[in-house]
């Protein structure tokens, strides 16, 4: 064995987006472009010497080639051990929990999460630091800016190791920990939440459907749901992790997850589903013939936290990003605490968990989570879910329309416009903003705008800031629209366009979403005029 240094030269579009570097996995495959990240991640890490550093994936193809290169690129730059999921996975919330527990100093994620695998799909890398969450944006600006002027990195020349069997082995001067990927995980949730209660419920022949799609949350589930929790076999469909996703897309939302939601409209339906993503940090939860929105999910949990004993002591405040729904600020207004409004990104949640000023987070894109790790959570969300269902005995409707009947309805849709091209959409965004001094005061399809913005944020525990998070119209009604330029995605632009009605009136919380917000969604189009600019009339994808 020997570390090599190898020659190499900077690789245009290293620059990490919402969450890590996203390309397709024929860009990956490229000479030089992973070793070119991960050298320039260790340039801005600085000294490696003596640490433990946490890796896996989602499993998805060109995961277990990428282990075997970070594992010599690690060796070479002094690491002291690396603690590997078996078979190169752990699922996102697991890097996190393993990250924290073993007090490693971070983890290297290798995920495109909810995008597409398979040879012809996408890859990504994400770093995570010591606290367990992603890096801030100053550490991804670094690590970009180490890629735009490497020449060199340095890597071992040792052979693979063997990643499959849990067990211990060495590489140059570095220990290589195989753990299994769920231990930590599931001993966590049972520290969270009710476990004999949800055993009860099952024992009791409440039936469910957790759908793995294919990707790395199916062992978790079938360990946790079915194993300890007692759910019968067959509870998880989907539940080995394939590397190309069996072809799904795991994007755990209506859309994507149709087969679930068809099963969920059968006449016997189970009484509960749900579903996570290509990483397992994202969630779905559906009730017998009804979808809950993320942003629901969060200020339910929010208003019902105390039924697991992990929250019982009280929510310290709630996080969302700024285009989830504020259907949680409401929950917050109630229990008398802060609820915090940043941009897109799990990585804005940080300092608000660190700083002990939030206890709950979520996003409108599926994601959920608390300051029991540093990421979002895809399962804790469902055994949150599960929790509340046991206590209360309540289908997941009931439990919805009761909250709603309290807190009124923010009705809530996205409409995503797809690969469109990338140059049009920079343009709908520049006119947008042109337009934003001139909105206030006029009146969009009954609407009156009460002020018009491009989203800025001041971190209130570090004091950074990030500009342009987001074009917002917010009416005198209380309703909202936004626009924004979607960071995950790897072909041309994704135009996201958020719409967000508040109905107080029980009466009408029972209306079809696209029919409640129809007003909204012209005076969207009108005011960015998406069909000239896109060519598109309609969006590729309504959540
Ligand atoms: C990532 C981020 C989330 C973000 C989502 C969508 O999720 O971690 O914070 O909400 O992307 O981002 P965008 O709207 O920019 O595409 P994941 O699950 O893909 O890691």
Same mark, same amino acid.
């Given at each position: 064995?020997?570390?090599?240094?190898?020659?190499?030269?900077?690789?245009?579009?290293?620059?990490?987006?919402?969450?890590?570097?996203?390309?397709?996995?024929?860009?990956?495959?490229?000479?030089?472009? *992973?070793?070119?990240?991960?050298?320039?991640?260790?340039?801005?890490?600085?000294?490696?010497?003596?640490?433990?550093?946490?890796?896996?994936?989602?499993?998805?193809?060109?995961?277990? =080639?990428?282990?075997?290169?970070?594992?010599?690129?690690?060796?070479?730059?002094?690491?002291?051990?690396?603690?590997?999921?078996?078979?190169?996975? *752990?699922?996102?919330? =697991?890097?996190?929990?393993?990250?924290?527990?073993?007090?490693?100093?971070?983890?290297?994620?290798?995920?495109?999460?909810?995008?597409?695998?398979?040879?012809?799909?996408?890859?990504?890398?994400?770093?995570?630091?010591?606290?367990?969450?992603?890096?801030?944006?100053?550490?991804?600006?670094?690590?970009?800016?180490?890629?735009?002027?490497?020449?060199?990195?340095?890597?071992?020349?040792?052979?693979? +190791?063997?990643?499959?069997? @849990?067990?211990?082995?060495?590489?140059?001067?570095?220990?290589?920990?195989?753990?299994?990927?769920?231990? &930590?995980?599931?001993?966590? %949730?049972?520290? *969270?939440?009710?476990?004999? =209660?949800?055993?009860?419920?099952?024992?009791?022949?409440?039936?469910?459907?957790?759908?793995? %799609?294919?990707?790395?949350?199916?062992?978790?589930?079938?360990?946790?749901?079915?194993?300890?929790?007692?759910?019968?076999?067959?509870?998880?469909?989907?539940?080995?992790?394939?590397?190309?996703?069996?072809?799904?897309?795991?994007?755990?939302?209506?859309?994507?997850?149709?087969?679930?939601?068809?099963?969920?409209?059968?006449? &016997?339906?189970?009484?509960?589903?749900?579903?996570?993503?290509?990483?397992? &940090?994202?969630?779905?939860?559906?009730?017998?013939?009804?979808?809950?929105?993320?942003?629901?999910?969060?200020?339910?949990?929010?208003?019902?936290?105390?039924? #697991?004993?992990?929250?019982?002591?009280?929510?310290?405040?709630?996080?969302?990003? %700024?285009?989830?729904?504020?259907?949680? &600020?409401?929950?917050?207004?109630?229990?008398?605490?802060?609820?915090?409004?940043?941009?897109?990104?799990?990585?804005?949640?940080?300092? *608000?968990?660190?700083?002990?000023?939030?206890?709950?987070?979520?996003?409108?894109?599926?994601?959920?989570?608390?300051?029991?790790?540093?990421?979002?959570?895809?399962?804790?969300?469902?055994?949150?879910?599960?929790?509340?269902?046991?206590?209360?005995?309540?289908?997941?409707?009931? +439990?919805?329309?009761?909250?709603?009947?309290?807190?009124?309805?923010?009705?809530?849709?996205?409409?995503?416009?797809?690969?469109?091209?990338?140059? #049009?959409?920079?343009?709908?965004?520049?006119?947008?903003?042109?337009?934003?001094?001139?909105?206030?005061?006029?009146?969009?399809?009954?609407?009156? @705008?009460?002020? =018009?913005?491009?989203?800025?944020?001041?971190?209130?525990?570090?004091?950074?800031?990030?500009?342009?998070?987001?074009?917002?119209?917010?009416?005198?009604?209380?309703?909202?629209?936004?626009?924004?330029?979607?960071?995950?995605?790897?072909?041309? #632009?994704?135009?996201?366009?958020?719409?967000?009605?508040?109905?107080?009136?029980?009466?009408?919380?029972?209306?079809?979403?696209?029919?409640?917000?129809?007003?909204?969604?012209? #005076?969207?189009?009108?005011?960015?005029?998406?069909?000239?600019?896109?060519?598109?009339?309609?969006?590729?994808? +309504?959540?």
């Amino acid at each position: 064995m020997a570390i090599q240094t190898i020659t190499t030269h900077p690789i245009p579009g290293q620059r990490p987006g919402t969450s890590g570097l996203r390309k397709k996995v024929g860009t990956f495959q490229q000479p030089h472009y *992973l070793e070119n990240f991960i050298q320039s991640v260790f340039y801005t890490l600085g000294d490696c010497e003596g640490k433990t550093l946490v890796l896996g994936g989602d499993g998805r193809y060109h995961n277990r =080639a990428a282990i075997q290169t970070i594992l010599r690129m690690a060796a070479a730059h002094g690491y002291a051990r690396v603690l590997v999921g078996r078979g190169g996975i *752990l699922s996102t919330p =697991a890097v996190s929990c393993v990250i924290r527990k073993h007090q490693a100093s971070g983890g290297i994620v290798l995920s495109a999460s909810h995008n597409p695998g398979g040879p012809d799909g996408d890859f990504g890398i994400k770093y995570n630091i010591a606290a367990g969450g992603p890096a801030p944006e100053s550490v991804t600006e670094a690590i970009f800016h180490h890629s735009e002027t490497i020449t060199q990195y340095r890597i071992s020349d040792a052979a693979d +190791i063997d990643i499959d069997r @849990v067990g211990s082995g060495q590489m140059e001067q570095m220990r290589i920990e195989v753990i299994d990927p769920v231990a &930590d995980y599931a001993e966590l %949730m049972q520290r *969270l939440f009710d476990f004999g =209660a949800i055993r009860k419920l099952f024992a009791g022949g409440f039936t469910m459907r957790f759908d793995g %799609m294919s990707a790395v949350s199916g062992p978790y589930a079938k360990a946790i749901i079915e194993g300890m929790l007692g759910a019968p076999a067959g509870t998880v469909i989907n539940g080995e992790p394939l590397e190309d996703f069996g072809g799904h897309h795991p994007d755990p939302n209506p859309v994507n997850a149709a087969q679930l939601i068809a099963l969920m409209a059968e006449d &016997d339906a189970p009484d509960f589903g749900a579903a996570s993503d290509g990483d397992g &940090d994202r969630n779905m939860i559906v009730g017998r013939r009804f979808d809950v929105t993320p942003s629901d999910s969060l200020a339910i949990l929010a208003a019902n936290s105390g039924v #697991a004993p992990g929250y019982r002591a009280g929510l310290k405040g709630i996080a969302r990003s %700024m285009p989830t729904s504020r259907a949680a &600020d409401r929950v917050a207004e109630a229990l008398g605490i802060p609820c915090y409004e940043t941009p897109t990104g799990w990585k804005y949640f940080g300092t *608000l968990l660190d700083a002990g000023l939030a206890t709950l987070c979520g996003e409108e894109s599926y994601g959920t989570g608390s300051d029991h790790i540093r990421e979002k959570d895809g399962l804790w969300a469902v055994l949150f879910w599960l929790n509340l269902l046991a206590a209360t005995g309540k289908p997941v409707e009931e +439990i919805v329309a009761a909250h709603w009947a309290r807190f009124g309805r923010n009705y809530y849709s996205r409409h995503d416009y797809e690969a469109v091209d990338a140059e #049009a959409a920079r343009l709908l965004m520049a006119d947008l903003r042109i337009k934003l001094p001139v909105l206030a005061g006029t009146v969009l399809n009954t609407h009156e @705008v009460d002020f =018009a913005d491009d989203f800025a944020y001041t971190d209130p525990v570090d004091g950074s800031s990030a500009q342009q998070q987001g074009v917002r119209i917010v009416m005198k009604d209380g309703s909202r629209i936004v626009y924004r330029l979607s960071g995950t995605g790897t072909e041309g #632009a994704t135009l996201r366009v958020y719409l967000e009605l508040h109905e107080a009136d029980p009466a009408q919380h029972h209306r079809p979403t696209q029919q409640a917000l129809a007003s909204l969604i012209a #005076a969207a189009e009108s005011v960015a005029s998406i069909a000239m600019h896109t060519g598109r009339a309609t969006p590729t994808v +309504i959540t």
